[in-house]
């Protein structure tokens, strides 16, 4: 069993900065992969950024790259979620993922363990 806790979010303006963390206890963090997934108000639930268990490969929806950075410290056992940049169409509830698995997926049914989310408002 793995039990995940983000934290990090916030109000902000566009054009800010936030950093999300997720923190892993249970399982060995190096056997999972972490994902980053996001949920606006009347919309589904999608994807932001993956890690692979390793740190080496990274994978990042469209609407977030150059912006957006996905790292994981697994001697730290947390991911993180570096956001710049931020428009308000970035505003959602911000969920962190794991799986025990060698790839990344960007799909949430391929999740095992979710965090129970953090809220990030962009607006001025």
């Known amino acids: 069993q793995v039990h995940l806790v983000e934290s990090g979010g916030g109000l902000v303006q566009p054009g800010d900065s936030l950093r999300l963390s997720c923190l892993a206890s249970?399982?060995?963090?190096?056997?999972?992969?972490m994902g980053w997934f996001r949920q606006a108000p009347g919309k589904e639930r999608e994807f932001v950024a993956g890690?692979?268990?390793?740190?080496?490969?990274?994978f990042y929806a469209d609407f977030v790259k150059g912006r957006f950075t996905i790292s994981k410290d697994n001697a730290e056992k947390t991911a993180y979620l570096r956001m710049n940049s931020l428009k308000p169409e970035d505003t959602a509830i911000y969920y962190c993922?794991?799986?025990?698995?060698?790839?990344?997926?960007?799909?949430?049914?391929?999740?095992?363990?979710w965090g129970q989310g953090t809220q990030v408002t962009v607006s001025s």
């Open positions: 249970g399982r060995t963090f190096d056997t999972l992969a």
């Open positions: 993922a794991a799986v025990n698995s060698p790839s990344v997926s960007r799909r949430s049914d391929e999740y095992d363990y």
């Open positions: 890690i692979s268990r390793t740190g080496l490969r990274k």
